[in-house]
């Protein structure tokens, strides 16, 4: 990707922003931005380039608003090449796309062939079907709810009854309007007790006079499939080939036209229709439909075709009766897709079972997170073969939740519900890994931006992340901008050799308000690296040096060593810190680290040197200034300490404080002084901002990184300003 600009103005609270990241010799950088640095707005933008969105200023949408993020040859950025990973999203999950981790192409088209050839009879039978029955409804699913127990049984259900199709004869319900008889209120009517009764007694009636019919045989030969058979006769030209149909009965009759066949079968049939008890029946069943609005279509068919009314009696055979009818007629078209379907199973089994003995990146995502991960579940993927031959769109993640040598499986909705914040955003990060998978098998040229991913996570699963950001950083498909406020994050992955630390940035705000990204000092030990490098030479380093050589002193001797009470009192106003010269400060240090050290102008008292040090702090233009920010933090403390020390004016007290003694201070200024409502705002203020910024040392020091430097150059003013400083 060589190089990628930015250049921004009014974009969500970023008034401004300019910067080049050069991705040619490092494919990796990294963002500290304390809170409050607009480290999520700059996310914002960048999910916006991925998107193809617009980007705005939300708090003032009448502000211009200008993004640009090009690439070396000053095209902007595509949104494919563009990943944003936010600090958590429960909306994410693996795409689609995702899916192809899975595929062995050679097995994955051969089995999309066998699946073409079997959608393609497919097809060609549901829209003779659909001509055939004239039905709107979905027809793969009606029937396989007529021959199975569900509706994806499509297969299963047409292979079922093969047989009786092929050796069915007659189609004797072809032209049955589907959709007329199977209408979900027709058959919820059809339930009721009064038509349900009044059905029965026809059908009852009916089947007694088929019994006493001289031609006519219940199941097998009545009129209505009487008329079918004399149709079909005289439309395949029997009895214009002189053919003669034998009527067997009382006396064998010979007929020899259609004419004739039909006279018989006529006069038979109005025996039967005209029948007094059985019109009587059909007369309530009229009478019952023509109650229900809803059903009037239905009434008007059944008074076309009374003969099924015959077999409503049981609508499940008569459904199946139709649906054999239709298959009949279009036999062709249904034995063709028998054929592509038996065919193809043979081959898609042996095709599984190779899918089935296949490792996939899919399964070593899986198997990584498994192992790096430190949570209470394990992950399975279920429906592997299926997403792999095309049968599934998405993978079906599988769980089975660890409690000791315990264990079961558990829906992800259930285990969301008992996992910690830092659990489900190991959950989250999987579809990260996914996805970056997915982009590495397509061979994408992407910018990952990361805001940070490690947030709430505890420190094994944090590693777990800082190790997949370095192998990220391994690929030369792949650059990142990482962001985060976590100063020991940012940190971590500079020491794990994620980022270089020429790479490593910090944001901060100028005095205009516009974002600026600066490399960053004091990643690593701040203390070794910078302060004690330049101890006598730098006063602002010598006096930011103290509390790292207290905790020296602390850590090796205890708190009762003379040289760490010395040190106490260049950090609290105690009776001995006026007399406190740089002299007796260098001879500490000496003392510490075996050295010889001197300063140009040791005679003179520390606290002289805090105040000037401080007053030079606060014309210092905005910055990280690690160390302008420990002196403000001293001389703030001390001379508030000093003032409130006058105010009380009482030494038994003062030597009675043991420890925090700021605090102790001040509790004793608000007892005494209540009522100076504005200068216990300004105490309150030392108490709150101060201690972090001192008390820190070479391993932990991110609250003073945090912290802007204007806001202690105020409470220094503040403080300055209080009667008797």
């Not at 004239?134 to 396989?144: A, N, P, R, W, Y």
């Not at 042996?350 to 790096?372: D, H, L, M, S, Y």
């Not at 989250?428 to 590495?440: D, G, K, W």
Request: charged share 30%; with cysteine; net charge negative.
């Amino acid at each position: 990707m060589g190089k990628v600009k930015i250049d921004l103005e009014n974009c969500y609270g970023i008034k401004k922003l300019q910067y080049e990241f050069d991705f040619s010799q490092e494919r990796v950088y990294a963002i500290y931005a304390p809170n409050g640095m607009m480290k999520s707005s700059l996310a914002k933008v960048f999910q916006d380039v991925a998107e193809g969105s617009a980007s705005s200023d939300r708090i003032f949408p009448g502000r211009v608003t200008k993004r640009s993020v090009v690439g070396e040859a000053g095209t902007q950025v595509s949104k494919e090449s563009v990943f944003v990973v936010r600090p958590y999203d429960e909306e994410f999950c693996h795409s689609e796309k995702t899916s192809t981790l899975l595929v062995e192409p050679k097995l994955r088209r051969e089995y999309e062939q066998l699946q073409a050839g079997i959608d393609s009879a497919k097809d060609a039978l549901l829209k003779a079907l659909k001509e055939q029955s004239h039905s709107k409804k979905d027809l793969e699913k009606e029937i396989s709810l007529a021959f199975t127990p569900t509706e994806k049984e499509f297969y299963t259900a047409l292979t079922r009854i093969k047989k009786e199709v092929v050796d069915q004869k007659e189609t004797p319900f072809a032209d049955v309007l589907y959709d007329r008889i199977f209408d979900d209120k027709v058959l919820s009517a059809l339930q009721t007790k009064d038509l349900k009764t009044a059905i029965e007694e026809y059908v009852k009636r009916y089947n007694e006079l088929l019994a006493a019919s001289t031609y006519f045989k219940r199941g097998t030969f009545d009129y209505y499939n009487a008329g079918q058979i004399a149709k079909s006769l005289a439309d395949n030209g029997f009895f214009d080939a002189k053919h003669t149909v034998n009527l067997n009965a009382t006396a064998t009759i010979e007929i020899k036209t259609q004419k004739e066949l039909e006279d018989v079968i006529a006069k038979e049939k109005d025996a039967i229709i005209k029948d007094k008890a059985l019109r009587k029946r059909f007369d309530e069943i009229e009478k019952l439909l023509e109650k229900n609005s809803t059903l009037r279509d239905f009434q008007t068919y059944m008074l076309e075709h009374e003969a099924f009314l015959s077999q409503l009696a049981n609508v499940n055979k008569f459904k199946e009766d139709i649906w054999k009818s239709y298959l009949k007629v279009r036999q062709d078209l249904y034995l063709e897709l028998m054929k592509q379907y038996e065919a193809a199973e043979v081959r898609k089994k042996e095709i599984e079972t190779i899918a089935g003995q296949q490792r996939t990146q899919w399964e070593q995502v899986i198997q990584n997170f498994n192992e790096r991960f430190f949570v209470p579940f394990e992950l399975k993927a279920e429906n592997r073969i299926a997403v792999m031959l095309g049968n599934a769109p998405l993978i079906e993640l599988g769980f089975i939740y660890h409690d000791g040598a315990d264990q079961a499986p558990i829906d992800k909705v259930a285990l969301l519900k008992v996992l910690s914040t830092g659990e489900r955003k190991a959950l989250y990060v999987l579809n990260i890994l996914f996805e970056v998978e997915t982009r590495r098998k397509s061979k994408q040229e992407t910018l990952i931006v990361i805001d940070d991913i490690a947030d709430s996570f505890d420190y094994q699963n944090k590693y777990a992340i800082v190790q997949y950001l370095k192998e990220i950083s391994q690929d030369p498909l792949f650059n990142q901008v990482i962001m985060t406020h976590n100063f020991d994050f940012f940190r971590t992955i500079e020491s794990r050799f994620v980022v270089n630390y020429g790479c490593c940035l910090m944001a901060l705000k100028n005095d205009a308000g516009v974002l600026i990204l600066e490399k960053a000092t004091g990643i690593r030990n701040a203390f070794l690296n910078d302060l004690k490098r330049d101890f006598f030479a730098d006063p602002k380093k010598k006096i930011a040096s103290i509390p790292f050589i207290r905790n020296l002193v602390e850590f090796t001797k205890g708190e009762g060593d003379p040289h760490f009470i010395k040190l106490t009192s260049l950090l609290h106003w105690k009776p001995d810190s006026p007399n406190i010269k740089e002299a007796d400060l260098d001879a500490i240090y000496n003392a510490v680290f075996s050295t010889a050290g001197k300063s140009a102008s040791d005679a003179r008292p520390m606290v002289d040197v805090v105040r000037d040090e401080a007053a030079a702090c606060l014309a210092a233009a905005c910055g990280i200034n690690f160390e302008n920010k420990i002196v403000l933090s001293i001389a703030i403390r001390i001379w508030a300490e000093k003032f409130m020390l006058d105010k009380i004016n009482d030494s038994a007290f003062a030597a009675g404080i043991k420890s925090h003694q700021t605090q102790a201070l001040v509790e004793r200024f608000k007892a005494l002084f209540g009522i100076e409502t504005k200068t216990i705002e300004v105490l309150d203020r030392v108490v709150l901002m101060t201690p972090e910024n001192i008390h820190l040392n070479s391993f932990m020091y991110e609250p003073i990184v945090d912290m802007s430097d204007e806001h202690l150059k105020k409470l220094y003013k503040d403080v300055m300003e209080l009667k008797g400083s």
